[in-house]
Each structure stands twice: as structure tokens, then as C-alpha cells.
């Protein structure tokens, strides 16, 4: 059998070419218009068009679907392996040592926004295909590598794709971890709203998107509560500061660390300072419910939410975007919920929380739990190539709080291209992806798609 991660090797000037000119394109969701040609903007759209281009330089079939999606495809045969990329990017945020969008090399490692989520993956799954065409080997399958343009933001592109292109018969998404996926937690959004009095909140304002933890968070209250709160930042080490402003206000902004959402602990909600010391000095009952009920706890036992389970772990709540102004509010929330729960009841108790300070409780997106069997052949092939490339066969199977394209489709996983024990900051700044473990992940798809398409 070919030594993959060595017949690469030639590839490699060409790889991080390919691999930067995506990188550099900034796809960050601003708006969706479907009334636009472009209904992602423009920079997304731009994403699609490069990975068009690539498919055509080396010849392969590829698809544009209504500008909402699209696909690469090789091969031959009635079966579909998917390959299930995303080209958005979740916003850059502050702290980085390089522009987010430079692809800037620096110690064999490559940083952007997008670097392991999921532009890089993307490259790495291409090439992987690229090469066994290369080399002349014949597949049994269609390979089809699929690039969405939402994923972070809702996934009305895959949505809108699988309307009118055939389901894949298998497949994995090059967007989570090694060895392999086999199981993703439901995702579930929600949001708490009302009105009350401000009584010296005029307004607080925090996050982007519900599936990142906010790193910054911004109130705008009285000057008397100045000098209190640089007080209470010094006690409790969290950092902040505060900005004069006119007519007797001053903002007070807390600092915090983004992180996934699939796990808010590996992170600090910097509106949890701000709700914290609010809460102390203010008495506003939006503040008082945040903090009884949401805040320094992602598993919801405050709540009584607190759902979990042997197979997947347990629930997590991100509190994502909040905006306070006007004696109004939003409170939106991202939660990973494992198999079994009963969501039907969760929502009940969360709008009794809610009624009880006269606020509203309601539910959007649900993305249900996705499970594939351990011992299925598509997991056992899968695993048997990431342990050819890495000698460890110690590393066990996984479940995440995270959700990738696999789970719109029966029999996928997510598959690498994260190892174990290495740092990932994906939806943090500085995003990076280490140049040598991209080149083992082209081996290790290579060898996946070779014996997934005899």
C-alpha cells in the first residue's frame, strides 16, 4: 500500500499556495439576503468561486448551487462519499498577533481565522482527493467534496442544497477532531426577552454569535458606580475599564476569553463580570434573573436543566448575544444537549423561569442529536486510517458538544483534522493550524477515501 503522508511531500509548495489564497478571503457572515445574488455576501461567495476554480484547474466536475452552496466531484458509480466542508468564518474578535486574514507562516504554522475551521480542512480534503487522482486510482464511488456557506450562522446554504442534490450514501466533515466524531449533542437556540425598569442600567450589550463565548461586554450606567466597579474588577483579578461619557454616564466594559460554544467553560463570558457586579449595585430585574438563573453556569443547575448522560456528557448553555436598552432586553442562549434529553420539558421550565419575572421564553433552531454506531464500517475504516498515520490506537472515539455537517446526514461523522492533546483555538484569536499536522491529515483522508471507494 502507497506510504501517502510520503508521496505528499511533492505537493507541499503547492498545498500552502492554495491553502493561503483561501485563507485570505474574508468570509465572515455579515448579512443573509436571499434577495441578493450573492445571499452570504460577497466575501463568501468569493470562497465558493475560488474553490470553483481550483476544481476546474484540475479538471473535475463542479456545481454551484443557486450561490447557496456547491460541489467538487470525482469518480464514478450510483454511491456518494461527502465530503463536508464550510468556507464562513465566525467573526475574527480582537488579540490577534497577525491580520486574521493574512495567512501569515510563522514556526510551521499557518494563522487565519479559518486555519482549522474549516478553510484549511477544506484545502486538506481537496488535496487528499487530488493526489489519488494523481496517482491514477479508479473509485467506486462519487466523491463529492460539498462546501456550505452558513455553517456557522444557521445552515440555510446545506439546507437549501440538499433540496436539490442527492443525498451522500456516507461521508465524514474535516471539521472537528481525531481519532473520529461518531456522536454530536442536539443544538438547540433560545432567547429570553422583556421589559423592566432600568434603575440606573441604561444599557449592556454583549456577543456576536450565540455559538461563541462573548470576550467583551459593555454597560453604560451612572458615574457614581465608576470608581465601585474599578474596585471590584481589582478584587475579583477580571479585567475592565471604564469610559467617561457625557451627561453623567460612564460605560463600564469587561473583558473576558472567547471559546466554543460547544464548551463555555474553556472560556470566560465577559458578560458575566459585568451581570456579576450589576446585580451588586443596581436593582434592575432583567440583572437579577440573568444571575439567578444563567450566569458561571453552563450545565443550567441553577435552573434545574441540568440534563446528562453516559453517552454524550453533559448539557452545556452558552449565553451568547445580549442586548439591554430602551428598558427592553434579549438574552440569547446556544445550547448542547445530549441524546435523551427531553427538550419538551426543558422548554417548559425555562418559560416558567421566565414568566415568573413577567419575561418571555421561546426556541428557534433545533438540531437534534446525531449518533452513528462505533462498530459500523464506516467508523472502523475510518479509525484504521487515522491509526496507520499515527501509530495510536489509544486515543478513544469521541462525542462533542460541537455540531458539523454530519449530522444532516444518516451515515456521517466528523473526522479530524484536530489531534489529540494539540491547541486548538478555533472561534479564539490567533487561530492556527500546525503545517505538519495538515500534511499528515491529507494522508490520513487519502487512505480513508482509497479504502472507502474499493
Same mark, same amino acid.
Given at each position: +500500500?502507497?506510504?501517502?503522508?510520503?508521496?505528499?511531500?511533492?505537493?507541499? %509548495?503547492?498545498?500552502?499556495?492554495?491553502?493561503?489564497?483561501?485563507?485570505?478571503?474574508?468570509? *465572515?457572515?455579515?448579512?443573509?439576503?436571499?434577495?441578493?445574488?450573492?445571499?452570504?455576501?460577497?466575501?463568501?461567495?468569493?470562497?465558493?468561486?475560488?474553490?470553483?476554480?481550483?476544481?476546474?484547474?484540475?479538471?473535475?466536475?463542479? $456545481?454551484? *448551487?443557486?450561490?447557496?452552496?456547491?460541489?467538487?466531484?470525482?469518480?464514478?458509480?450510483?454511491? &456518494?462519499?461527502?465530503?463536508?466542508?464550510?468556507?464562513?468564518?465566525?467573526?475574527?474578535?480582537?488579540?490577534?498577533?497577525?491580520?486574521?486574514?493574512?495567512?501569515?507562516?510563522?514556526?510551521?504554522?499557518?494563522?487565519?481565522?479559518?486555519?482549522?475551521?474549516?478553510?484549511?480542512?477544506?484545502? *486538506?480534503?481537496?488535496?487528499?482527493?487530488?493526489?489519488?487522482?494523481?496517482? =491514477?486510482?479508479?473509485?467506486?464511488?462519487? &466523491?463529492?467534496?460539498?462546501?456550505?456557506? !452558513?455553517?456557522?450562522?444557521?445552515?440555510?446554504?446545506?439546507?437549501?442544497?440538499?433540496? $436539490?442534490?442527492?443525498?451522500?450514501?456516507?461521508?465524514?466533515?474535516?471539521?472537528?477532531?481525531?481519532?473520529?466524531?461518531?456522536?454530536?449533542?442536539?443544538?438547540?437556540?433560545?432567547?429570553?426577552?422583556?421589559?423592566?425598569?432600568?434603575?440606573?442600567?441604561?444599557?449592556?450589550?454583549?456577543?456576536?454569535?450565540?455559538?461563541?463565548?462573548?470576550?467583551?461586554?459593555?454597560?453604560?450606567?451612572?458615574?457614581?458606580?465608576?470608581?465601585?466597579?474599578?474596585?471590584?474588577?481589582?478584587?475579583?483579578?477580571?479585567?475592565?475599564?471604564?469610559?467617561?461619557?457625557?451627561?453623567?454616564? *460612564?460605560?463600564?466594559?469587561?473583558?473576558?476569553?472567547?471559546?466554543?460554544? +460547544?464548551?463555555?467553560?474553556?472560556?470566560?463570558?465577559?458578560?458575566?463580570?459585568?451581570?456579576?457586579?450589576?446585580?451588586?449595585?443596581?436593582?434592575?430585574?432583567?440583572? $437579577?434573573?440573568?444571575?439567578?438563573?444563567?450566569?458561571?453556569?453552563?450545565?443550567?443547575?441553577?435552573?434545574?436543566? %441540568?440534563?446528562?448522560?453516559?453517552?454524550?456528557?453533559?448539557?452545556?448553555?452558552?449565553? =451568547?448575544?445580549?442586548?439591554?436598552?430602551?428598558?427592553?432586553?434579549?438574552?440569547?442562549?446556544?445550547?448542547?444537549?445530549?441524546?435523551?434529553? !427531553?427538550?419538551?420539558?426543558?422548554?417548559?421550565?425555562?418559560?416558567?423561569?421566565?414568566?415568573?419575572?413577567?419575561?418571555?421564553?421561546?426556541?428557534?433552531?433545533?438540531?437534534?442529536?446525531?449518533?452513528?454506531?462505533?462498530?459500523?464500517?464506516?467508523?472502523?475504516?475510518?479509525?484504521?486510517?487515522?491509526? $496507520?498515520?499515527?501509530?495510536? !490506537?489509544?486515543?478513544?472515539?469521541?462525542?462533542?458538544?460541537?455540531?458539523?455537517?454530519?449530522?444532516?446526514?444518516?451515515?456521517?461523522?466528523?473526522?479530524?483534522?484536530?489531534?489529540?492533546?494539540?491547541?486548538?483555538?478555533?472561534?479564539?484569536?490567533?487561530?492556527?493550524?500546525?503545517?505538519?499536522?495538515?500534511?499528515?491529515?491529507?494522508?490520513?483522508?487519502?487512505?480513508?477515501?482509497?479504502?472507502?471507494?474499493?
Amino acid at each position: +500500500m502507497e506510504n501517502f503522508y510520503e508521496s505528499f511531500k511533492k505537493y507541499h %509548495d503547492d498545498f500552502i499556495k492554495d491553502l493561503q489564497g483561501l485563507l485570505k478571503i474574508p468570509s *465572515v457572515l455579515t448579512e443573509f439576503n436571499p434577495d441578493n445574488e450573492h445571499p452570504f455576501g460577497d466575501g463568501i461567495h468569493e470562497c465558493l468561486e475560488f474553490m470553483m476554480e481550483l476544481g476546474k484547474r484540475d479538471h473535475y466536475t463542479v $456545481k454551484n *448551487v443557486d450561490n447557496y452552496a456547491g460541489h467538487i466531484e470525482v469518480g464514478e458509480g450510483e454511491e &456518494i462519499l461527502g465530503i463536508l466542508c464550510h468556507l464562513d468564518v465566525v467573526p475574527t474578535g480582537d488579540g490577534w498577533k497577525f491580520d486574521p486574514f493574512s495567512a501569515t507562516i510563522e514556526d510551521g504554522k499557518i494563522y487565519a481565522r479559518g486555519a482549522l475551521d474549516d478553510k484549511g480542512p477544506t484545502i *486538506v480534503a481537496y488535496y487528499a482527493v487530488k493526489m489519488l487522482l494523481d496517482m =491514477g486510482v479508479k473509485f467506486n464511488k462519487k &466523491i463529492r467534496i460539498i462546501l456550505g456557506l !452558513d455553517e456557522e450562522s444557521g445552515w440555510r446554504g446545506l439546507n437549501h442544497y440538499l433540496k $436539490k442534490e442527492k443525498m451522500p450514501d456516507l461521508g465524514f466533515a474535516p471539521d472537528a477532531s481525531f481519532p473520529l466524531i461518531y456522536g454530536e449533542k442536539g443544538i438547540l437556540d433560545g432567547i429570553f426577552t422583556g421589559k423592566c425598569d432600568g434603575n440606573g442600567l441604561y444599557q449592556l450589550q454583549f456577543g456576536d454569535r450565540t455559538n461563541v463565548v462573548p470576550e467583551k461586554a459593555v454597560a453604560v450606567v451612572d458615574a457614581k458606580y465608576k470608581d465601585v466597579y474599578e474596585t471590584f474588577l481589582n478584587e475579583l483579578e477580571f479585567k475592565g475599564e471604564v469610559k467617561d461619557l457625557d451627561d453623567g454616564k *460612564v460605560q463600564l466594559i469587561a473583558y473576558g476569553k472567547s471559546a466554543h460554544a +460547544m464548551e463555555p467553560n474553556d472560556g470566560l463570558n465577559a458578560g458575566f463580570i459585568l451581570l456579576t457586579f450589576l446585580n451588586e449595585q443596581i436593582d434592575n430585574e432583567f440583572v $437579577k434573573f440573568a444571575c439567578k438563573y444563567l450566569t458561571f453556569d453552563s450545565r443550567m443547575k441553577k435552573s434545574g436543566v %441540568d440534563y446528562t448522560n453516559d453517552i454524550m456528557g453533559d448539557l452545556t448553555c452558552n449565553v =451568547g448575544v445580549c442586548l439591554y436598552e430602551n428598558n427592553k432586553f434579549s438574552l440569547e442562549l446556544n445550547f448542547r444537549y445530549p441524546i435523551h434529553t !427531553d427538550v419538551e420539558n426543558m422548554t417548559k421550565v425555562l418559560k416558567q423561569k421566565a414568566a415568573d419575572f413577567n419575561f418571555e421564553y421561546s426556541t428557534d433552531r433545533d438540531s437534534k442529536p446525531h449518533y452513528v454506531d462505533p462498530e459500523s464500517d464506516l467508523v472502523k475504516t475510518l479509525h484504521q486510517a487515522y491509526i $496507520k498515520y499515527t501509530n495510536d !490506537d489509544k486515543s478513544p472515539l469521541l462525542t462533542i458538544g460541537g455540531g458539523t455537517y454530519a449530522r444532516n446526514f444518516k451515515n456521517a461523522v466528523a473526522f479530524g483534522p484536530e489531534f489529540p492533546n494539540k491547541e486548538a483555538l478555533i472561534h479564539q484569536p490567533n487561530e492556527y493550524a500546525d503545517l505538519e499536522d495538515l500534511y499528515k491529515a491529507v494522508a490520513i483522508y487519502a487512505e480513508a477515501i482509497y479504502n472507502l471507494t474499493r
